[in-house]
């Protein structure tokens, strides 16, 4: 089985600054990978970065990186300069290798204060 | 290329009756899954498909629920004799392959609410 943790339902930051958002799982799989997802208060579900359980490389997209630690087992997602449009439901993630079936944590709320 | 499309956007049903949610796929994507999201809370997998192997329907809550899909394409998500709590939003996403990396791509979702 496999679960996801996020102990943060609502995080709040300055605009321009950077904002952690954590993310804890369990899992008995060897190979697995982790999502992180935003969703506005539109509804959708927007992808932002992967991190795969065999990368060594922590894994980056623009101001989004995924500070992973595998000991630890988390899968933080960090958001640099963080802007107005930031502001949104967060989700972390996990699958298992070639596995279709996802696992989302509850999410935490990020509001970016002007 | 167009996204991920569902149809309807939303549902107003009566308790007891039958409800049918469509997705459409992105053209060529082999993986099809269904998910729930309750309000305020985070998304719950109900089923998924790739390609002509059996899906995966260990999420699906009860026998009420079930999903179908023709080959890589339309998947219907159909709730039968729907009870209040089946009220949420069910999102579908498709994917390319089932592999890592795999990225999930979501529908906009179909707001059910149950009377």
């Known amino acids: 089985a496999q679960k996801i943790t996020q102990t943060q339902p609502g995080m709040f930051v300055q605009e321009k600054e950077a904002v952690t958002l954590d993310c804890t799982y369990d899992?008995?799989?060897?190979?697995?990978?982790l999502f992180w997802y935003k969703q506005p208060s539109s509804g959708e579900m927007i992808f932002l970065i992967y991190?795969?359980?065999?990368?060594?490389q922590n894994a980056t997209e623009g101001r989004y990186s995924l500070n992973f630690q595998k000991a630890r087992k988390s899968a933080n997602l960090v958001i640099s300069a963080s802007q107005l449009g930031d502001s949104a439901m967060y989700f972390c993630?996990?699958?298992?290798?070639?596995?279709?079936?996802?696992?989302f944590g509850d999410g935490t709320t990020l509001t970016v204060k002007p | 290329g167009a996204g991920v499309s569902q149809s309807p956007s939303n549902k107003v049903t009566e308790k007891g009756k039958d409800v049918e949610l469509r997705c459409d796929p992105i053209?060529?994507?082999?993986?099809l899954y269904w998910y729930r999201q309750r309000l305020g809370q985070g998304l719950e997998f109900l089923i998924y498909?790739?390609?002509?192997?059996?899906?995966?329907k260990s999420g699906l809550p009860s026998d009420r629920f079930s999903a179908e899909r023709t080959g890589e394409s339309v998947s219907t998500l159909t709730i039968q004799r729907t009870q209040q709590e089946d009220s949420a939003v069910y999102l579908c996403?498709?994917?390319?392959?089932?592999?890592?990396?795999?990225?999930?791509?979501f529908g906009p979702g179909t707001r059910l609410t149950v009377l």
């Open positions: 996403a498709s994917s390319l392959v089932v592999s890592q990396p795999d990225t999930q791509y």
């Open positions: 899992t008995s799989d060897q190979s697995y990978g």
């Open positions: 991190q795969g359980s065999y990368d060594e």
């Open positions: 993630a996990m699958r298992g290798l070639n596995a279709g079936k996802s696992t």
């Open positions: 053209s060529g994507h082999t993986a």
């Open positions: 498909f790739q390609g002509n192997s059996a899906p995966d």
